[in-house]
C-alpha cells in the first residue's frame, strides 16, 4: 500500500511539473517553475491570466496529457490555482 502511495505522489509531482512548464512555455509566465506558487490563483492578482490565456490553457492541457476535458469540468474551480489544474488532469486520466 505504501508503494501504491509513493507511486501516485510521483505521478501527481510530474503532472504538476509539467503544467508549470505549460503556463511558463505556452503562456509565458515569467516566472521559474519553483517560483509558482501552488495555491496561487491563476488570473486577477495571482500569475495575471485573462480568458484567452483560458482557452490556450484547456488546449494545452488536452494536448500534452492527451486528455478531453468536458464542458462540464471547465467552471471557475478547475481553473482556479495550479493545484486545482493538477486535479483537474488527473480526474481526466491524464498521465505525465
Given at each position: 500500500m505504501e508503494a501504491d502511495l509513493e507511486a501516485c505522489?510521483?505521478?501527481?509531482?510530474?503532472?504538476?511539473?509539467?503544467?508549470?512548464?505549460?503556463?511558463?512555455?505556452?503562456?509565458?509566465?515569467?516566472?521559474?517553475?519553483?517560483?509558482?506558487?501552488?495555491?496561487?490563483?491563476?488570473?486577477?492578482?495571482?500569475?495575471?491570466?485573462?480568458?484567452?490565456?483560458?482557452?490556450?490553457?484547456?488546449?494545452a492541457l488536452e494536448v500534452g496529457f492527451d486528455i478531453?476535458?468536458?464542458?462540464?469540468s471547465l467552471g471557475p474551480n478547475a481553473f482556479r490555482?495550479?493545484?486545482?489544474?493538477?486535479?483537474?488532469?488527473?480526474?481526466?486520466?491524464?498521465?505525465?
Amino acid at each position: 500500500m505504501e508503494a501504491d502511495l509513493e507511486a501516485c505522489l510521483r505521478e501527481r509531482e510530474a503532472i504538476l511539473a509539467r503544467v508549470r512548464e505549460i503556463l511558463i512555455e505556452r503562456l509565458k509566465v515569467d516566472r521559474g517553475p519553483d517560483e509558482i506558487d501552488l495555491d496561487a490563483p491563476l488570473f486577477a492578482t495571482g500569475l495575471l491570466l485573462d480568458s484567452v490565456d483560458a482557452v490556450e490553457l484547456t488546449i494545452a492541457l488536452e494536448v500534452g496529457f492527451d486528455i478531453r476535458l468536458s464542458e462540464d469540468s471547465l467552471g471557475p474551480n478547475a481553473f482556479r490555482t495550479v493545484q486545482s489544474l493538477v486535479d483537474l488532469v488527473i480526474a481526466h486520466g491524464g498521465r505525465a
